[in-house]
């Protein structure tokens, strides 16, 4: 049986928007790799080890999902290279400071990406003759 918040998680997903879908992977990349970050300085490298590959996911989902038809995606492709890379070399090497560097972009990557989603709705309340409050 499905818990209460379990199905809340599961409608909130159903019921978002394409861009709200990607700041909620954004999101749980960090968790993952917070949750990682903590495991290895706790020395429970098979719980770090499940967290971390859950934020690779999330990375490759992100590369796999670039539309290269736009040039922001050629800028982002190597960076999500190298924040995968940066995952898989904290992990192997349970070392906190390449786990740290992918958290950092990743955490740059999704401040963009809210600060573009405020903007995106405030020039369409704008053009729909709103006040374009956000």
Not at 12 to 36: D, S, W
Not at 73 to 88: C, E, G, K, T
Not at 108 to 134: I, P
Request: hydrophobic share 40%.
């Amino acid at each position: 049986m499905v818990n209460a918040a379990e199905a809340y998680k599961r409608q909130q997903v159903l019921t978002a928007t394409p861009e709200q879908l990607t700041l909620m992977l954004y999101n749980g990349c960090l968790k993952f790799i917070g949750e990682g970050i903590e495991a290895v300085k706790d020395k429970k490298y098979e719980s770090a080890n499940t967290s971390l590959i859950k934020a690779q996911r999330i990375i490759s989902e992100f590369r796999l999902t670039l539309n290269m038809d736009y040039e922001i995606s050629h800028q982002l492709f190597p960076l999500y290279n190298y924040v995968y890379d940066r995952l898989i070399e904290g992990n192997m090497k349970s070392d906190t400071a390449p786990l740290e560097e992918a958290k950092e972009i990743i955490t740059e990557l999704r401040d963009a990406w809210v600060g573009a989603m405020k903007k995106a709705r405030a020039e369409k309340n704008q053009g729909k003759g709103g006040n374009a409050y956000v």
